[in-house]
């Protein structure tokens, strides 16, 4: 940028040089092209003023211009070793710490006595995978479990609850088999009118503040917590009780939600509903979609509690960005929540809201992924069965390994298979869910990455006093030699852009191929120069490669919530 300013004045001040990777050099630098319309000048020429000004003696060995104005970029190998040097001894390993905001992000949402099902899956590891790399960049992340835990079918719950007694094996099954204890509830719903009666009357309690009934409805809450724990300890994602921020955090605000709108203009009566009408909103025949504020009932829907999680987190918590990672089909209903809230004005033009749209997952059919029965696939019996085909392959590919060993392997490989065989897809598109394609340890897999850190480990104890070793590559100048010592360097150096264009972007799908991509470099590298039987220098900077691809790799696959077991 500095050059371009040197070359054509101050006015160009801060442009992109417009830097992509080229088949021909190292980088391509894009700008002539665009500058030569600005300044009315032929590309090549703009390319040559700007390459009198580009002084890139220590850091290219060769600058040329090329085609009709690219200016290519190949970089020295000097250069080269003294950056990937350097990254090796940065505790960020290249990645920035950016101006600090404070980022909110709703994802997972389960029900209260509901089982967690596959739809689940994606937001909850998209969303905890943003959450960490988020906080890594410097930012000061909240996460919010807007969990389903007040509404009408609590009142019949909370009776079936009475009924098979608190304390009780039947009650239990909240955390274990919420469905099952669902379906109860709901068969005396719909087949003994008196226990209908009586879930109706509760409702009204729940709603007026009865305080057994609230008490009732907490010990609710509380199994399904056990139940949520669980499955978030399987998954290893990073959401606790202090995140649990249900539907029930916002009830004691929806009345002066629907006030304020009714009184501001901004929502009007419609068939005995308080609606907000929105510009630019129709469906059929051109006819205005309305967002429902409060039913003709009296009763308030997500419209209403949505604007409510709104107003918390800019008015209290104060966010500067809001990420809503949640099912692609919710995109019209999001739009319009946050443009009622900023026709009220509780969502500034400085507030970020953002869809992070979550497609769904399919079967071998390419429908959306079910049992044999048509219901949805329950969440832990995928994970159980992730662990348990992980643990075949194992058991075929390590027989020489340990059962103990083996066996703590297994979820490990299987449910970070899962992982990423998600997060690598982009998070707004649709994915056959297929097992044995997940946990094969060859192509782009969760395992492949976790196999390739465990043999990175496996050189460091090949190596005398592996401790001692590894700690002396941290320190060791790197020396670029070798064309896949080049590639290799410079596929590390890529690590901190890429973390920060999925802070950016939204795009954890970035870091998966990124990291895929360094493992298959460090294959080739591996190949082709010896590490442990070369000698002196060569030796000492080719193992502080393999400790570099070692941390990026472990780190990287921390990003996404995936673990890199020791061996494999």
Known sequence: MAAIEAAFGAEFAGTDPVLRPSQYADLQVNAPLALAKRLGLPPREVAGRLLAELELADVCEQVEISGPG???????????????????????????LEPRQRVVIDYSAPNV????????????????????TLEHLGHDVI?????????????????????????TAEARLLETDPNAFYQGARERFDGDEAFATRSRERVVALQAGDPDTLRLWSELVELSRHYFNRIY?????????????????????????????????????????????????????????????????????????????????????????????????????????????RLAGWLPEGVDPVHVQIGN????????????????????????EAAATARAVIDAARPDLDEDTRAAIAPQVGIGAVKYADLSVAHDSEYVFDLARMVALTGDTGPYLQYAAARIRSIF??????????????????KVVEPAERALALTLLDFGDVVAHVGADLEPHRLCHYLFGLAQAFSVFYEHCPVLKAEGATRSSRLSL???????????????????????
């Open 461 to 478: 104890r090949a190596a005398d006093s592996a401790p001692a070793v590894l700690a002396e590559s941290g320190t060791a100048q790197i």
């Open 70 to 96: 690219f200016i290519n970029l190949t970089l020295a190998a000097t250069w080269i070793g003294a950056e990937t040097t350097s990254v090796r001894a940065d505790d960020r390993i290249g990645v920035p």
């Open 233 to 341: 300890s399987l998954l290893g994602v990073t959401l606790t009780d202090d995140d649990l921020a249900g539907e029930s955090t916002y009830n004691d605000r929806l009345a002066s939600i629907c006030d304020e709108l009714e009184t501001a203009g901004i929502a009007t009566i419609s068939d005995g509903a308080l609606c907000v009408f929105l510009d630019g909103y129709t469906g059929r025949e051109g006819k205005p979609v309305p967002l429902i504020i409060r039913k003709s009932d009296g009763g308030y829907g997500y419209g209403t509690t949505d604007l409510a999680t709104i107003r918390y987190r800019v008015e209290e918590l104060r966010a500067d960005r809001m990420l809503y990672v949640i099912g692609a089909p919710q995109a019209l209903h999001l739009r319009m929540v946050w443009d009622t809230a």
């Open 546 to 568: 393999c400790a570099l691809t070692l941390k990026v790799l472990v780190h990287g696959l921390d990003l996404l919530g995936i673990e890199a077991p020791e061996r494999m």
């Open 143 to 167: 996460r919010q479990n807007h969990i389903g835990d007040w509404g009408t079918p609590f009142g019949m719950l909370i009776e079936h609850l009475l009924d098979v007694g608190e304390g």
């Open 361 to 384: 997952v399919l079967g071998e059919d390419r429908k959306i992924l079910r049992t044999r029965s048509g219901a949805p696939l329950r969440l832990v019996a995928l994970l159980d």
């Open 113 to 132: 006595a509901k089982e967690m099902h596959v739809g689940h899956l994606r937001t909850t590891v998209v969303g905890d995978a943003l959450a960490r």
